[in-house]
């Protein structure tokens, strides 16, 4: 049993961890969210819409973005924004627009022409995550989407994250860095397929007297 | 639409950017087809052979000259006795005496048959074989023409020892066999490949996130390999046609229809690989051992199907391969229509169908 009855509401414009060990349940629990698998019993309702019946709307309003990158690495910068904004029916005049605002605001326009599998980890990085939004969807969802990544570099993705919560869109993000918990709105803790906590990051402290999350997590984990 | 169209768009980048998966479409069918072209011509061109006319009349020296101006044989010596023939055939150059026997012309005239022997040096089985039938083959051609009312014309005592193999009169059925082979390796290893890679890469799970259909994801994959399967097909055709002189004597669309229909079959089997592979090697290890092989040995394609065992032949039914070959020699070679290979035509919409129906239930749309 991988999840065991969960039961939680995330808010609009918030930043949701879903924090737990390897093994803990929280793949199984964000692919069931993004329908990528079925739950075997209960309500699910994702960006509003009912997981069983109304599939084809959630999947216009997430955003997904795995561990790993999901960037096509043989395809240049811009074929893969094309690629994505085609299977999300995005027009290509609009497409052009958002496109050259992004590189710009990325600072990579001069890499538009190159194959993503040239770029820095961290350019990939960011670029698959403004990959996964580019069809501002109502939620997003990121399993561990700053593994094997160096602390500067996830500082600044987790900027983007800040600036996409910012414009209203609701970041589900999984992660085993306790450091990254801090900068959620909200945590949620599993273990063994349960939520053991879930609470703001200062309160949980509070509650388990610890003075970072890291302790937190290590007095609910065992 | 959009959608699909933005999908395949990007299926062809990986196609056309990949030197790899460039040399399989189109390197080594060109190769392969030139390849078994030209070990197959070399085995019935200038094939050295001795004469042992006991007669030296009319028939037998026009015989003699219909042999020589086949372009498959060249002269090497013409014997005394009896005993030279096992002299020559140590030294090794020649593969084939042809013995007439005395009294040839009259023997036929009066009798309605006259002996010919045919020996072959059968140190390399294949080329006795093809030898003898060569030569039998344009002798009972020459006499039927010269006598057309009698019924059998000629004795023909081969000193080889050998079933007669139909299959190896025609030096045309490599393009059958090539095509069968290629389509099957572009079709569904390359399938299979493509859709294991984008499940390893994780790309796979951002594509089912997505609003596209399992449909649409399935369509997409496998467009891009249908219109260069038939570009492949096309070309083989073609080089057969040019290069090696294979006619086509049945209608081209029926062939054209009937190789989209193998095609298809095999791009299902692509798809039912890649639901049961994990990743790239087991797809490629799968599709080798489980198509390519089978395909080679147990089509007919070389080894033909007649002289296998038992248990082997029964196995060759299950083997697409065989059918599609059947009906591309009918259409080719023979310039057979649709009447003639309407049997084999639907054991393979049949199998087409159901591997459509098992890939659809195994393709995981939702990944577990």
């Not at chain 2, 002299?87 to 040839?104: L, Q, Y």
Request: charged share 20%; glycine share 6%; hydrophobic share 45%.
């Amino acid at each position: 049993m991988a999840n065991d009855h969960l039961t939680f509401d995330v808010h609009k414009g918030e930043i949701f961890g879903f924090l737990g060990a390897n093994g803990a349940g929280k793949t199984t629990a964000i692919r069931i969210l993004c329908g990528l698998s079925s739950p075997t019993s209960g309500d699910v309702n994702v960006a509003g819409f009912d997981i069983y019946r109304e599939t084809e709307k959630i999947k216009k309003n997430i955003g997904y973005m795995s561990q790993k990158f999901s960037l096509y690495e043989d395809l240049t910068v811009s074929e893969n924004i094309q690629l994505y904004a085609g299977i999300y029916g995005i027009s290509a005049k609009k497409r052009k627009e958002k496109e050259a605002e992004l590189l710009k605001k990325l600072g990579m326009g001069e890499a538009r022409g190159k194959l993503i599998a040239g770029l820095p980890l961290g350019w990939k990085q960011k670029l698959a995550f403004s990959v996964a939004i580019f069809h501002d969807p109502k939620i997003v969802f990121l399993d561990e989407p700053t593994g094997g990544v160096d602390p500067v570099t996830r500082r600044k993705f987790w900027d983007l994250i800040y600036e996409a919560a910012n414009n209203g869109i609701t970041v589900f993000v999984t992660t085993h860095y306790m450091d990254e918990a801090e900068y959620c709105d909200r945590v949620s803790i599993m273990d063994a397929g349960k939520i053991e906590a879930l609470d703001t990051p200062a309160k949980l402290k509070e509650k388990y007297q610890a003075s970072n999350m890291d302790e937190v997590f290590l007095q609910i984990a065992r | 639409m959009t959608q699909l169209l933005s999908f395949i768009k990007k299926e062809f980048f990986h196609i056309f950017r990949d030197p790899r998966t460039m040399l399989i479409l189109f390197g080594i069918p060109i190769a392969q087809l030139l390849i078994f072209g030209t070990v197959i011509k070399s085995e019935i061109r200038d094939v050295h052979i001795a004469i042992y006319d006991q007669s030296k009349d009319v028939t037998t020296q026009e015989i003699t000259n219909k042999l020589l101006s086949s372009g498959y044989f060249i002269l090497d010596k013409n014997l005394e006795n009896t005993n030279d023939i096992d002299a020559i055939f140590r030294k090794g150059k020649v593969k084939e005496v042809v013995v007439f026997g005395s009294n040839f012309s009259e023997k036929l005239t009066k009798e309605g048959k006259a002996d010919v022997q045919l020996i072959a040096d059968a140190s390399d089985p294949n080329t006795a074989r093809l030898v003898v039938s060569y030569t039998s083959g344009i002798i009972n051609d020459y006499v039927k023409k010269m006598h057309p009312n009698l019924e059998m014309p000629l004795q023909i005592q081969s000193e080889v020892r050998m079933y007669f193999n139909e299959e190896m009169k025609s030096a045309y059925m490599f393009v059958p066999g090539v095509m069968a082979l290629i389509l099957m390796l572009i079709s569904a290893m390359m399938t299979s490949i493509s859709i294991t890679r984008e499940k390893e890469l994780g790309t796979m799970e951002i594509l089912l996130v997505s609003p596209l259909k399992p449909g649409q994801i399935i369509i997409g994959k496998v467009l891009p390999y249908l219109l260069l399967s038939i570009a492949n097909a096309f070309v083989i055709v073609l080089i057969g046609n040019l290069v090696f002189g294979v006619p086509i004597s049945g209608s081209f669309i029926l062939l054209m229809l009937e190789t989209i229909l193998f095609i298809m079959m095999a791009l299902c089997l692509g798809i039912l690989i890649s639901t049961a592979a994990k990743n790239q090697m087991t797809a490629m290890f799968i599709s080798m051992v489980g198509l390519m092989l089978p395909t080679i040995i147990l089509s007919g394609f070389i080894f033909p199907i007649k002289n296998m065992p038992e248990v082997l032949q029964w196995l060759s039914h299950i083997m697409p391969a065989r059918y599609f070959i059947t009906i591309v020699r009918g259409i080719m070679l023979k310039g057979v229509g649709i009447l003639f290979v309407w049997k084999e035509t639907l054991i393979l919409i049949g199998m087409t169908l159901f591997f459509i129906v098992l890939s659809v239930k195994k393709f995981k749309i939702r990944l577990e």
